[in-house]
C-alpha cells in the first residue's frame, strides 16, 4: 500500500517524461561538425581562409588604443595645503619641547620622559638627549636649531615633492642644514624635520583618464583583410584570440546538414515508448524495490546510460563488412543485472527490454547506417535480439545473488546466451565464414568477463550512490566472523543460538515462497543484537540460573524486554548495518505484548493497561521481516515446550501463526494465506529436524571394553582415567556416547 501511493500519476508522468527527454537527447543522430580548431587547440593542418574577409579588428583595435594610451603623461596637482600641514605640526611639536625644557619642576629623567611622550615625536632616544643638551642660545637663539628647522622644512616643502622623490630628499637633508651648526645640531635638525617631508604633488585621475581617453577615441579602427586560401594558422601551432576572432567570421568547412525531421520524430517515438513502458509497470505493479525518487533515478541512469553508450559506440563499428561481431561487444547486460541485483527481477526484465529495442536503433537510425546497407537485411536485427536475450539470461542468473561466484555464473550466462544467438544468425547469414565463429566466441569471452567484473563494481559504486543494499554488502554481514556477531557469540551465547535456528528456519521458508532468503538469514542474525546491552536480563543467557526479573516489577520487567529494541535500533546504527537489515529489529515484534509480564501484570491488577506492555513496532512491513516475526515466534515457543514430539511441534506452530494473523501483525506486508500456510509448513519441518528423537545406545559389550583397556596408554601418560564400575545396567549411553549427535 505504501509502494502504490508512492506511484502517484504526478511522479510517474514526471518521471516518464524526464526520461523521454534523456533517450532523446541521448538517441539524437547529431555528428560533430567539422571546422575549425578551437582555441587553444593545436592545428593538424595549415588552416586557411574559406572565402575572401575584410572587418574591423576589435582585438588589433583595442591593441593600438591601449599603446596610444600609454603613452599619455599622468596629470598632477601641487597641493601647498600639505606643506603648511606640516609645518604647522612642526610648530606645534616644537612648543611643547620648549614647555618641557623650560619648567624648571622637572628633573633631566622627567623631561626625557615627557619628551618621548609628546604626540608626533618621532625622535630616537639619543635625539631626545641632544635636544634637552642644548642651551637655550643654541636652541632659541636666531641661528638655533629651532629656527634652522622650521626655516628649512618650509624651504623643503614649498617645492614640489613625489611620492618617488620623498627618500632622496630625506637623504639629503643633513647637507642643507648650513655650515654654521655643529654634528650634533645638524643631527637634531634631520631627526626634526625629516619625518615630515612628504609627498606634496597628487595625480589628478580624473584629468590624465580623461586625456587617455581622448587619445583612445582618436584612434581609427585596425582593417583586418583576407583573401580565400590565405594562411591564418600553421600546422602545429595553437589558436589564440586573434586567429580565433578571424576564424569565427569565416563560414565553417563541410559543415554539417543538422537533424532530418523524420529521424527527430522517429527518435522522439521511441523514446515515449520506453519511457511510457517503464511508467505503466510503475503504475501497474508498484513494486516496493524501486519506491524512492532516488531508485528511479537510478533505473533512469542505468537506461539511458546504456542507450547513450550504444548510441555512440555502435556507430563507429557499423557496418561491419567482416563481421567480426564488434557490435555485440557493448556489455549492455549489465544494466539489467544490475536491476536485478539492486531491485527485483521483473523491473529487470523490462530495462533489458527497453533498452535492447533503443540500442538495437541506435544504429538503424543513424546517418551513416541503415537497414539496406547492412550486408544481410536479417543481419540488421542482430544486435536487437542478442542485447535482448542476454539481458534476460544475465537477469534470471544474477536474481538475489547469496555468493560471489554467481556474479561469475552471471556473466557466464550473458555470454553464453550472446554466443548462441549469433550463431542463429551466422546460420542464417548466406554469406556466412567460418572465421565469423572465431570472432563471435571472442566477443562473448570479452562480455563475459566484462559482464562479472563491471557487474561486481558498479553494485557496489550504485549502492552506496542510489542508497541501496547489495547483496555484496548482505553477503558480508552474513559472515558469523563479524564483529557484531562474534560479539552475539561470546557475550550472549544462548541469544546468539537463537538467531541461527531463527536464520535456518526463516531462510529455508524465504525460498519456497519466494522472499528474498539471503536478507531474511541477515535479517535473523542481527534482530536480538539489542540483547548485547543486558545479555542476563533474557532468559536464554542465564546459565547459572538466577533470573533478575524475580525481583523485579512485571512493568519494569517488561521495559527492560521492550528496550532491546530502541538498544538494538542504536547499536545498528552505530555500526551502519544496511537500512533492510535494521529494519528486522523492530517489526521482528511489531505492535505486540510482552506477553509473560503483562500477564503476571494483570493477575496482581486486571485493569492494567496493555499499552504500557506493547512494543512500539511497526508491524511487520514486508514478507521478509513477517517471516523472523514468525520463526522467533515459533522457535520461541518450540524450545520452551515440554514435549516436542512432532504433533505438538505442528500445534504450536499453528498456534503461534494463528495469534499473528489475529492480532493483524501482517496487515502492513504482502503475505497471502497461501503463503503463511506454506511458511508454517516449512516450520515444522525444521523444526522435527532439530528435535528429532535419538535412539538410545546400548551398553559396550564385554569384547569392546577389553579392546579399549589394552588400546588405553598408561595412566599418568595422558590417558584418560580408567572408567569406574561395570558399564550402566540400565541400557543408557556411557557419558562419552551421550554426546553424539546421530
Same mark, same amino acid.
Given at each position: 500500500?505504501?509502494?502504490?501511493?508512492?506511484?502517484?500519476?504526478?511522479?510517474?508522468?514526471?518521471?516518464?517524461?524526464?526520461?523521454?527527454?534523456?533517450?532523446?537527447?541521448?538517441?539524437?543522430?547529431?555528428?560533430?561538425?567539422?571546422?575549425?580548431?578551437?582555441?587553444?587547440?593545436?592545428?593538424?593542418?595549415?588552416?586557411?581562409?574559406?572565402? &575572401?574577409?575584410?572587418?574591423?579588428?576589435?582585438?588589433?583595435?583595442?591593441?593600438?588604443?591601449?599603446?596610444?594610451?600609454?603613452?599619455?603623461?599622468?596629470?598632477? !596637482?601641487?597641493?601647498?595645503?600639505?606643506?603648511?600641514?606640516?609645518?604647522?605640526?612642526?610648530?606645534?611639536?616644537?612648543?611643547?619641547?620648549?614647555?618641557?625644557? /623650560?619648567?624648571?619642576?622637572?628633573?633631566?629623567?622627567?623631561?626625557?620622559?615627557?619628551?618621548?611622550?609628546?604626540?608626533?615625536?618621532?625622535?630616537?632616544?639619543?635625539?631626545?638627549?641632544?635636544?634637552?643638551?642644548?642651551?637655550?642660545?643654541?636652541?632659541?637663539?636666531?641661528?638655533?636649531?629651532?629656527?634652522?628647522?622650521?626655516?628649512?622644512?618650509?624651504?623643503?616643502?614649498?617645492?614640489?615633492?613625489?611620492?618617488?622623490?620623498?627618500?632622496?630628499?630625506?637623504?639629503?637633508?643633513?647637507?642643507?642644514?648650513? *655650515?654654521?651648526?655643529?654634528?650634533?645640531?645638524?643631527?637634531?635638525?634631520?631627526?626634526?624635520?625629516?619625518?615630515?617631508?612628504?609627498?606634496?604633488?597628487?595625480? /589628478?585621475?580624473?584629468? !590624465?583618464?580623461?586625456?587617455?581617453?581622448?587619445?583612445?577615441?582618436?584612434?581609427?579602427?585596425?582593417?583586418?583583410?583576407?583573401?580565400?586560401?590565405?594562411?591564418?594558422?600553421?600546422?602545429?601551432?595553437?589558436?589564440?584570440?586573434?586567429?580565433?576572432?578571424?576564424?569565427?567570421?569565416?563560414?565553417?568547412?563541410?559543415?554539417?546538414?543538422?537533424?532530418?525531421?523524420?529521424?527527430?520524430?522517429?527518435?522522439?517515438?521511441?523514446?515515449?515508448?520506453?519511457?511510457?513502458?517503464?511508467?505503466?509497470?510503475?503504475?501497474?505493479? $508498484?513494486?516496493?524495490?524501486?519506491?524512492? &525518487?532516488?531508485?528511479?533515478?537510478?533505473?533512469?541512469?542505468?537506461?539511458?546510460?546504456?542507450?547513450?553508450?550504444?548510441?555512440?559506440?555502435?556507430?563507429?563499428?557499423?557496418?561491419?563488412?567482416?563481421? #567480426? $561481431?564488434?557490435?555485440?561487444?557493448?556489455?549492455?547486460?549489465?544494466?539489467?543485472?544490475?536491476?536485478?541485483?539492486?531491485?527485483?527481477?521483473?523491473?529487470?526484465?523490462?530495462? $533489458?527490454?527497453?533498452?535492447?529495442?533503443?540500442?538495437?536503433?541506435?544504429?538503424?537510425?543513424?546517418?551513416?547506417?541503415?537497414?539496406?546497407?547492412?550486408?544481410?537485411?536479417?543481419?540488421?536485427?542482430?544486435?536487437?535480439?542478442?542485447?535482448?536475450?542476454?539481458?534476460?539470461?544475465?537477469?534470471?542468473?544474477?536474481?538475489?545473488?547469496?555468493?560471489?561466484?554467481?556474479?561469475?555464473?552471471?556473466?557466464?550466462?550473458?555470454?553464453?546466451?550472446?554466443?548462441?544467438?549469433?550463431?542463429?544468425?551466422?546460420?542464417?547469414?548466406?554469406?556466412?565464414?567460418?572465421?565469423?565463429?572465431?570472432?563471435?566466441?571472442?566477443?562473448?569471452?570479452?562480455?563475459?568477463?566484462?559482464?562479472?567484473?563491471?557487474?561486481?563494481?558498479?553494485?557496489?559504486?550504485?549502492?552506496?550512490?542510489?542508497?541501496? !543494499?547489495?547483496?555484496?554488502?548482505?553477503?558480508?554481514?552474513?559472515?558469523?566472523?563479524?564483529?557484531?556477531?562474534?560479539?552475539?557469540?561470546?557475550?550472549?551465547?544462548? !541469544?546468539?543460538?537463537?538467531?541461527?535456528?531463527?536464520?535456518?528456519?526463516?531462510?529455508?521458508?524465504?525460498?519456497?515462497?519466494?522472499?528474498?532468503?539471503?536478507?531474511?538469514?541477515?535479517?535473523?542474525?542481527?534482530?536480538?543484537?539489542?540483547?548485547?546491552?543486558?545479555?542476563?536480563?533474557?532468559?536464554?543467557?542465564?546459565?547459572?540460573?538466577?533470573?533478575?526479573?524475580?525481583?523485579?516489577?512485571?512493568?519494569?520487567?517488561?521495559?527492560?524486554?521492550?528496550?532491546?529494541?530502541?538498544?538494538?535500533?542504536?547499536?545498528?546504527?552505530?555500526?551502519?548495518?544496511?537500512?533492510?537489515?535494521?529494519?528486522?529489529?523492530?517489526?521482528?515484534?511489531?505492535?505486540?505484548?510482552?506477553?509473560?509480564?503483562?500477564? #503476571?501484570?494483570?493477575?496482581?491488577?486486571?485493569?492494567?493497561?496493555?499499552?504500557?506492555?506493547?512494543?512500539?513496532?511497526?508491524? *511487520?512491513?514486508?514478507?521478509?521481516?513477517?517471516?523472523?516475526?514468525?520463526?522467533?515466534?515459533?522457535?520461541?515457543?518450540?524450545?520452551?515446550?515440554?514435549?516436542?514430539?512432532?504433533?505438538?511441534?505442528?500445534?504450536?506452530?499453528?498456534?503461534?501463526?494463528?495469534?499473528?494473523?489475529?492480532?493483524?501483525?501482517?496487515?502492513?506486508? &504482502?503475505?497471502?494465506?497461501?503463503?503463511?500456510?506454506?511458511?508454517?509448513?516449512?516450520?515444522?519441518?525444521?523444526?522435527?529436524?532439530?528435535?528429532?528423537?535419538?535412539?538410545?545406545?546400548?551398553?559396550?559389550?564385554?569384547?569392546?571394553?577389553?579392546?579399549?583397556?589394552?588400546? $588405553?596408554?598408561?595412566?599418568?601418560?595422558?590417558?584418560?582415567?580408567?572408567?569406574?564400575?561395570?558399564?550402566?545396567?540400565?541400557?543408557?549411553?556411557?557419558?562419552?556416547?551421550?554426546?553424539?549427535?546421530?
Amino acid at each position: 500500500m505504501a509502494a502504490a501511493r508512492f506511484y502517484s500519476p504526478v511522479r510517474v508522468e514526471i518521471f516518464a517524461v524526464a526520461l523521454a527527454a534523456a533517450l532523446t537527447i541521448a538517441l539524437l543522430p547529431i555528428q560533430p561538425e567539422r571546422g575549425f580548431p578551437a582555441r587553444g587547440q593545436s592545428a593538424a593542418e595549415p588552416v586557411a581562409a574559406t572565402a &575572401d574577409l575584410s572587418f574591423e579588428s576589435e582585438i588589433l583595435t583595442q591593441r593600438a588604443q591601449d599603446a596610444a594610451a600609454a603613452g599619455v603623461v599622468a596629470s598632477v !596637482t601641487f597641493d601647498t595645503g600639505i606643506g603648511n600641514d606640516q609645518n604647522a605640526a612642526l610648530t606645534d611639536f616644537l612648543s611643547e619641547v620648549d614647555r618641557i625644557r /623650560d619648567d624648571p619642576e622637572l628633573t633631566p629623567e622627567e623631561r626625557a620622559r615627557e619628551l618621548g611622550l609628546v604626540p608626533g615625536a618621532q625622535l630616537s632616544p639619543r635625539a631626545q638627549v641632544l635636544i634637552l643638551g642644548l642651551n637655550d642660545l643654541q636652541w632659541q637663539g636666531a641661528r638655533g636649531v629651532r629656527a634652522r628647522a622650521i626655516t628649512l622644512l618650509r624651504e623643503i616643502m614649498g617645492g614640489s615633492i613625489t611620492d618617488g622623490e620623498v627618500a632622496a630628499t630625506r637623504a639629503g637633508l643633513s647637507a642643507r642644514v648650513g *655650515p654654521g651648526f655643529s654634528p650634533d645640531q645638524t643631527e637634531i635638525v634631520d631627526a626634526l624635520v625629516a619625518p615630515r617631508i612628504v609627498a606634496n604633488v597628487r595625480e /589628478d585621475v580624473a584629468a !590624465t583618464e580623461a586625456a587617455r581617453t581622448a587619445v583612445r577615441e582618436s584612434v581609427a579602427p585596425v582593417i583586418q583583410e583576407f583573401e580565400k586560401g590565405d594562411l591564418i594558422v600553421p600546422t602545429g601551432e595553437p589558436v589564440d584570440d586573434l586567429a580565433e576572432e578571424v576564424l569565427l567570421r569565416l563560414p565553417l568547412p563541410q559543415k554539417g546538414g543538422g537533424i532530418p525531421i523524420d529521424d527527430l520524430v522517429a527518435v522522439l517515438i521511441l523514446a515515449l515508448a520506453g519511457s511510457l513502458t517503464l511508467g505503466a509497470y510503475f503504475v501497474l505493479a $508498484a513494486p516496493q524495490s524501486a519506491a524512492s &525518487d532516488r531508485r528511479l533515478l537510478l533505473v533512469a541512469v542505468l537506461v539511458v546510460g546504456m542507450v547513450a553508450a550504444s548510441r555512440w559506440f555502435l556507430p563507429v563499428v557499423l557496418p561491419d563488412e567482416r563481421d #567480426k $561481431a564488434l557490435d555485440l561487444v557493448l556489455p549492455l547486460a549489465v544494466a539489467p543485472v544490475l536491476v536485478a541485483a539492486l531491485l527485483e527481477r521483473t523491473l529487470a526484465l523490462l530495462v $533489458a527490454m527497453v533498452i535492447a529495442v533503443l540500442a538495437g536503433a541506435a544504429a538503424l537510425i543513424h546517418p551513416d547506417y541503415a537497414v539496406g546497407e547492412a550486408p544481410e537485411a536479417a543481419q540488421a536485427l542482430r544486435p536487437l535480439a542478442v542485447f535482448l536475450f542476454s539481458g534476460v539470461a544475465g537477469v534470471f542468473a544474477m536474481q538475489r545473488a547469496e555468493r560471489l561466484t554467481q556474479y561469475g555464473v552471471t556473466g557466464g550466462a550473458v555470454g553464453a546466451s550472446l554466443f548462441l544467438v549469433g550463431l542463429a544468425f551466422w546460420l542464417l547469414n548466406p554469406s556466412r565464414a567460418s572465421a565469423d565463429l572465431g570472432w563471435l566466441a571472442l566477443v562473448a569471452a570479452i562480455v563475459f568477463v566484462s559482464t562479472g567484473v563491471l557487474t561486481i563494481g558498479a553494485s557496489w559504486f550504485l549502492g552506496l550512490a542510489f542508497g541501496v !543494499t547489495t547483496r555484496l554488502q548482505l553477503l558480508e554481514l552474513a559472515q558469523l566472523t563479524q564483529p557484531l556477531l562474534r560479539r552475539l557469540q561470546e557475550e550472549t551465547p544462548g !541469544t546468539f543460538h537463537h538467531s541461527l535456528l531463527v536464520a535456518t528456519m526463516a531462510q529455508r521458508a524465504a525460498a519456497e515462497i519466494g522472499a528474498d532468503a539471503l536478507l531474511v538469514r541477515v535479517g535473523a542474525y542481527y534482530h536480538d543484537i539489542g540483547k548485547l546491552s543486558k545479555p542476563h536480563m533474557y532468559i536464554e543467557n542465564q546459565a547459572d540460573g538466577e533470573n533478575p526479573h524475580d525481583d523485579l516489577d512485571p512493568l519494569e520487567s517488561a521495559r527492560v524486554i521492550q528496550d532491546h529494541v530502541r538498544w538494538g535500533m542504536e547499536l545498528g546504527r552505530q555500526q551502519r548495518l544496511a537500512p533492510p537489515v535494521r529494519a528486522f529489529i523492530p517489526e521482528h515484534h511489531g505492535t505486540r505484548l510482552v506477553t509473560y509480564f503483562y500477564r #503476571k501484570a494483570a493477575r496482581i491488577d486486571p485493569d492494567v493497561d496493555p499499552a504500557l506492555f506493547t512494543y512500539a513496532g511497526p508491524r *511487520p512491513q514486508s514478507r521478509e521481516t513477517a517471516i523472523v516475526m514468525m520463526a522467533d515466534s515459533c522457535e520461541a515457543v518450540v524450545r520452551s515446550s515440554r514435549q516436542r514430539d512432532m504433533d505438538t511441534i505442528d500445534r504450536l506452530i499453528d498456534a503461534v501463526i494463528n495469534e499473528r494473523v489475529n492480532e493483524q501483525q501482517f496487515d502492513d506486508c &504482502d503475505l497471502t494465506l497461501r503463503e503463511i500456510r506454506t511458511i508454517a509448513e516449512s516450520f515444522k519441518v525444521t523444526l522435527r529436524g532439530v528435535y528429532h528423537p535419538r535412539i538410545e545406545y546400548p551398553a559396550p559389550t564385554a569384547a569392546e571394553q577389553e579392546r579399549l583397556a589394552a588400546a $588405553a596408554p598408561p595412566q599418568g601418560v595422558g590417558a584418560a582415567p580408567e572408567p569406574v564400575g561395570d558399564a550402566p545396567v540400565d541400557g543408557s549411553s556411557p557419558p562419552a556416547l551421550s554426546q553424539s549427535r546421530e
